[in-house]
């Protein structure tokens, strides 16, 4: 299984797991499932994800459920 498009983001970004959640306010254990796509985000969450990486929430998160896009070739 492929890595989601959210952790690349993320790494590119020079970032832990554990600053996106703080800097997001919510518990890395909640993040982590939502960026390995094991839990769909909120459109709240999606929101502080997208400002926080500066990307467009179509980029990073299928519409509808917001779950995490896997193999995507945007960065």
């Known amino acids: 299984?492929?890595?989601?498009?959210?952790?690349?983001?993320?790494?590119?970004?020079?970032?832990?797991?554990?600053?996106?959640?703080?800097?997001?306010?919510?518990?890395?254990?909640?993040?982590?499932?939502?960026e390995h796509g094991k839990r769909p985000a909120d459109w709240s969450t999606v929101q502080k994800i997208c400002d926080l990486f500066e990307i467009a929430h179509d980029d990073l998160f299928v519409p509808k459920r917001f779950a995490v896009r896997k193999n995507c070739v945007r960065l």
């Open 1 to 34: 299984m492929g890595e989601s498009l959210l952790r690349r983001v993320r790494v590119s970004r020079g970032m832990t797991q554990k600053e996106v959640a703080l800097a997001i306010g919510m518990p890395q254990s909640t993040y982590c499932l939502i």
